[in-house]
C-alpha cells in the first residue's frame, strides 16, 4: 500500500519540483552565480543560462528514460504521426500567425549582438535549448504525470495553461496572450499524447519559435 502509494506521488511531486525550477530556480542560480563571481551580464547572461538550461535538459532527458522510455523511440513513429506533426504546425500557423514572444524575448538582444559571436548563444535559447526544454517538462514530464490519458483531456489542459503561465510570468498578465498560449500549448499537448512521442512537439515548437523569428535571424546572421 504504502510502495502504490509513493509510486503515484513521487513523480507527482517531481513534476512540480522541476516546473517551480523552471519557473523561478534557474534565475535564482542564475543571480547567485553573477553576485558570486561579480560577472558582467551583457557578456555572461546567455551563456549562463543556455549552460543551465543544457544541464537541465540532461537531467529532465535522464529521468524521463527511466520512467517513460518508450517516448525518445523514434522509429515507434507511424506516417500518420508525421502528418499529424504537420498538421500542427499549419494550425497554430493558420491562426497564430502574429503571435509573438513573450519570455524570455530575445528580439532586441539579437540586434544587439548583431556583429558578436554572442548573437548564436542568443538565437540558441528559444530556438533550440528552450522549446526543448519546455516539451520535455510542459509535455513529457507533466502529462505524464497528472491525469495521464484523461478521458476529459485533462493531462492537455493542465500542460497548456501551465505552458502559458510560464510565458506569460514575467511580463504581467494579459488575457489575449494568455488564451492564445493556452491554445498552442493545447496543440502540443494534444500531438504529444496522440503520438506518445516527444519530438513530433519538440519539432512543431522548435519551427514555431523559428518562424516567429525569421525576419530578425536573416537581418543579424545574413544582413537581409
Same mark, same amino acid.
Given at each position: 500500500?504504502?510502495?502504490k502509494?509513493?509510486?503515484k506521488l ?5 513534476a512540480l519540483?522541476f ?6 530556480g ?7 552565480i ?13 551563456p549562463?543560462l543556455?549552460?543551465?538550461?543544457i ?5 529532465l ?6 520512467i517513460r ?10 506516417p500518420l504521426?508525421?502528418?499529424l506533426t !504537420?498538421l500542427?504546425? $499549419?494550425?497554430i500557423?493558420?491562426y497564430?500567425? #502574429?503571435?509573438?514572444? /513573450? %519570455? ?13 559571436p554572442?548573437?548564436f ?7 533550440v535549448v528552450?522549446?526543448i ?11 505524464t504525470?497528472?491525469?495521464e490519458?484523461?478521458?476529459y ?6 500542460s497548456?495553461i501551465l505552458?502559458?503561465?510560464?510565458? !506569460?510570468?514575467?511580463? $504581467? ?6 488564451? #492564445?498560449?493556452?491554445? /498552442? %500549448?493545447?496543440?502540443l499537448?494534444?500531438l ?11 519539432l ?7 518562424y516567429?523569428?525569421?525576419?530578425l ?7 537581409q
Amino acid at each position: 500500500m504504502i510502495e502504490k502509494l509513493k509510486n503515484k506521488l513521487v513523480p507527482k511531486l517531481l513534476a512540480l519540483f522541476f516546473i517551480v525550477f523552471e519557473l523561478f530556480g534557474v534565475a535564482e542560480i542564475m543571480s547567485i552565480i553573477f553576485w558570486q563571481f561579480d560577472l558582467p551580464t551583457t557578456d555572461y547572461f546567455y551563456p549562463v543560462l543556455n549552460s543551465l538550461t543544457i544541464l537541465f535538459v540532461v537531467v529532465l532527458v535522464i529521468y524521463l528514460k527511466r520512467i517513460r522510455p518508450e517516448m525518445f523511440q523514434i522509429t515507434s513513429l507511424k506516417p500518420l504521426d508525421y502528418l499529424l506533426t !504537420l498538421l500542427a504546425f $499549419g494550425l497554430i500557423y493558420a491562426y497564430y500567425g #502574429k503571435l509573438l514572444f /513573450v %519570455g524570455a524575448n530575445p528580439d532586441f538582444d539579437l540586434v544587439f549582438f548583431r556583429h558578436s559571436p554572442q548573437a548564436f548563444l542568443v538565437a540558441l535559447q528559444p530556438l533550440v535549448v528552450g522549446p526543448i526544454l519546455e516539451e520535455l517538462l510542459y509535455r513529457g514530464v507533466l502529462m505524464t504525470s497528472f491525469f495521464e490519458k484523461s478521458k476529459y483531456f485533462l493531462d492537455c489542459l493542465l500542460s497548456a495553461i501551465l505552458f502559458s503561465f510560464a510565458h !506569460l510570468l514575467s511580463y $504581467g498578465f494579459r488575457l489575449d496572450l494568455f488564451e #492564445k498560449y493556452v491554445v /498552442v %500549448g493545447l496543440i502540443l499537448a494534444l500531438l504529444f499524447r496522440k503520438t506518445r512521442s516527444i519530438y513530433p512537439s519538440i519539432l512543431v515548437h522548435m519551427a514555431w519559435n523559428i518562424y516567429l523569428s525569421w525576419h530578425l535571424i536573416t537581418f543579424v546572421f545574413f544582413g537581409q
